[in-house]
């Protein structure tokens, strides 16, 4: 396959510009638009650049043991930094209100809410309607948020993560959500971290491309290299959060 398909294919599945792409990379903008539209050619290491960021949308890329397990490494020495993570979300209005809405944004945006960060936070901590957007994404907002203050109380209550728990968040807490499995899974993931005392897990809408692939190459090919990447990298934005909000 030529550079200038495997740069479509990359702007295609990343939903990204060419702008940011070329950023990326390390290109500007018309030395970019001249690889995909076929006036010029780049060198060899900006191809091996190309090729690298082809194989990890695509999901072809294997990542080493040795990396993914120095990242959960780097993630326990984080976690034995707290006694109690839950006990200090629940206690801290300013770290659990970030929380709350960096998952309720993404989360929503992953499963195609059209509201901003801003209007997200006016909904869910002002209760405020917005005008132009649909009332099942606003009723969407603020279910998420509840599903989130139920889990983290849930949690903190040191109760066993059970059928009965999916159950209730599914049916109860994010009720009307017509597509809920994705963001379900979302919470139990953010659950069983906090649990376990990891940070929740921030997957970011502008991975959503990416974890989709992830998710069906670990679930088609039995490898979960990148998922697991993206999961590692996602819980470490959860802890930027919290150390972020401790330091103020």
């Known amino acids: ?8 294919i990359i702007q295609k599945a990343t939903g990204k510009t060419q702008s940011q792409i070329a950023q990326e990379i390390g290109v500007s903008f018309a030395t970019f638009n001249s690889w995909i539209n076929q006036k010029s050619n780049p060198r060899m290491k900006m191809q091996n650049k190309i090729n690298e960021m082809y194989l990890e949308v695509t999901g072809q890329k294997t990542i080493p043991d040795e990396i993914i397990n120095a ?10 930094k707290y006694k109690n993570l839950i006990e200090m979300i629940v206690k801290n209005p300013d770290i659990q209100n970030e929380i709350i ?15 901003s960060e801003a209007e997200t936070a006016s909904i869910i901590f002002d209760n405020v309607s917005i005008p132009n957007k649909t009332l099942i994404e606003q009723l969407e907002a603020k ?4 599903a989130l203050i139920k889990m983290f109380d849930f949690i903190s209550q040191n109760k066993k993560l059970d059928e009965d728990f999916i159950l209730k968040i599914h049916s109860e ?15 139990l993931l953010s659950a069983i971290l906090l649990k376990e005392n990891y940070a929740p897990a921030i997957i970011k809408q502008e991975e959503k491309q990416l974890y989709y692939t992830y998710l069906n190459k670990s679930q088609t090919k039995d490898d979960y290299t990148q998922l697991e990447d993206l999961i590692c990298e996602s819980i470490f934005l959860g802890f930027d959060i919290i150390e972020r909000k401790t330091r103020q």
């Open 1 to 8: 396959m030529k550079i200038h398909q495997k740069l479509k």
């Open 71 to 80: 990242k959960k490494e780097l993630l326990k020495i984080k976690s034995l």
């Open 101 to 115: 809405l960096k998952l309720t944004y993404h989360t929503n945006k992953i499963e195609g809410s059209t509201l």
């Open 143 to 146: 279910n998420h948020q509840t």
């Open 173 to 187: 807490q994010i009720h009307p959500f017509s597509d809920g499995n994705g963001r379900v899974g979302r919470i």
